[in-house]
């Protein structure tokens, strides 16, 4: 993805008043993680207007695929707008939780989980888990205070933190960087 097509997506943010659209830090490393699975299955849990899959893509082999979805119609218009082109990319207009329940019916497996809503985040995060292939990667951000956050938001940050921190079903580190991070690995 180029440049270009992050600019036109924050445009339309602006004219939606969509103001949650990925850090560029978060971006950029989703980028190079997304490329350490070059055939890999991705899953993105909150697509926005797509920003984060911009940078996903970016990062994935001509051989990876990822599903990305997001509850708000006009959000997913303006990702299938400029990202639909994409083979590689499948935007949902879903309610993520019920995406998982179906998702972890079938025994799906990904190798990638970008959890950026709170179902597969901080709520049914054991069917996320559920899906994450061993050596797969599980992603979360926006854990350090944000403005955007909800009255009392801070416990529940933290909570998820220290749950994944001590999941033993995984290895992970916390990265008080960009929007603050937790990037683990399957065991």
């Known amino acids: ?11 339309a943010c602006a004219g939606l008043g969509f103001e949650l659209s990925c850090d560029p830090l978060t971006g950029a490393l989703l980028r190079t993680l997304a490329a350490t699975k070059p055939d890999g299955r991705m899953l993105e849990l909150g697509t926005g207007a797509g920003m984060s899959t911009t940078w996903l893509l970016e990062g994935m082999g ?18 299938e707008q400029h990202l639909g082109r994409d083979g590689r990319v499948r935007c949902l207009h879903d309610d993520a939780g019920a995406l998982l329940k179906r ?4 025994e799906e497996r990904f190798d990638l989980i970008f959890a950026d809503t709170w179902a597969g985040k901080f709520e049914q995060l054991d069917d996320a888990l559920e899906l ?13 205070p944000q403005a955007t956050w909800p009255a009392g938001h ?3 940050a ?3 933190a220290e749950r994944l921190l001590a999941e033993p079903r995984l290895a992970a580190t916390r990265l008080d960087w960009s929007s603050g991070l937790i990037l683990a690995t399957r065991l």
Do not use: N
Not at 132 to 142: Q, R
């Open 1 to 11: 993805m180029t440049q270009e097509v992050r600019d036109s997506i924050t445009e």
């Open 132 to 144: 994450l292939a061993p050596g797969g990667l599980y992603v979360v951000d926006d854990l350090l």
């Open 103 to 106: 998702l972890v019916a079938e």
């Open 154 to 156: 801070g416990p529940t």
């Open 158 to 160: 933290q909570a998820l």
């Open 62 to 79: 001509p051989g990876s695929t990822l599903l990305t979805v997001e509850s708000e119609a006009a959000l997913v218009g303006v990702a």
